[in-house]
């Protein structure tokens, strides 16, 4: 079985200061791990995916995650934020049969 | 076409009614997914198609819920006797790839945001 645990429904920062969200997951099976960004009105849109290998991940943005298996973490960083980052963040992840399981989110406010 | 439609954004029903939603998916994508955001979490799994086989329904919270899509392209995702609970946004997904590989990328749509009175 899969799970995902987003630590923080909201999160403030600064432009131009250290985005950090938080993704915890629990999997069975060897994990594949995602982010996915909704703007109000929109569907998700992918901004990252882990599957194997390189376990520091780059997407969209300037974004990044790292997949750290002794922490069950995957935690995306934006070095600066950006107030276009402002939006709903989703961690999700999937096991063997293309499931998705989702967090319940973490909203990004920036301020200027 | 390029990104998955769906079809109403929005629908106001009132309880008991009956509501059928469409999803468009992106051309020759294998995979289709439909999940259910409340307001205020995240996506949950209702149900899967490969082609036109629905191949897991494990999500759907009850027999009122229904998907189809009988010629593997387009999908209704059909609600009978609406209750208030099922208000949220039903959102669809597709995939190039098929069941064996958990590391695909879904393309979601913008969804379709049901709300029962």
């Known amino acids: 079985a899969q799970s995902v645990t987003q630590l923080g429904s909201h999160v403030s920062v600064s432009e131009g200061a250290l985005v950090l969200l938080r993704c915890n997951y629990s999997s069975s099976v060897p994990p594949y791990l995602f982010w996915y960004v909704q703007y109000p009105n929109q569907g998700l849109q992918l901004l990252l995916k882990y599957t194997t290998g390189a376990t520091l991940v780059k997407g969209i943005n300037g974004f990044e995650a790292e997949f750290k298996k002794s922490e069950t973490s995957f935690h995306l960083t934006k070095p600066s934020a950006h107030m276009s980052d402002a939006a709903e963040y989703f961690c999700?992840?999937?096991?063997?049969?293309?499931?998705?399981?989702f967090g319940s989110g973490t909203k990004l406010n920036v301020k200027p | 076409g390029a990104g998955v439609s769906q079809s109403p954004r929005y629908k106001v029903a009132k309880r008991g009614q009956d509501v059928a939603l469409r999803c468009d998916p992106i051309?020759?994508?294998?995979?289709l997914f439909w999940y259910q955001q409340a307001l205020g979490q995240g996506p949950e799994f209702l149900t899967y198609f490969q082609n036109e086989a629905q191949l897991d329904k494990s999500g759907l919270p009850s027999d009122r819920f229904f998907a189809e899509r009988p010629e593997g392209s387009v999908s209704t995702l059909k609600i009978q006797r609406t209750q208030q609970e099922d208000s949220a946004v039903y959102l669809c997904?597709?995939?190039?790839?098929?069941?064996?590989?958990?590391?695909?990328?879904?393309?979601f749509g913008a969804g379709s945001r049901l709300t029962v009175l």
């Open positions: 997904a597709s995939s190039s790839s098929g069941v064996s590989s958990g590391a695909n990328v879904l393309t």
């Open positions: 999700a992840v999937s096991g063997n049969f293309n499931k998705f399981y």
């Open positions: 051309s020759g994508h294998v995979s």
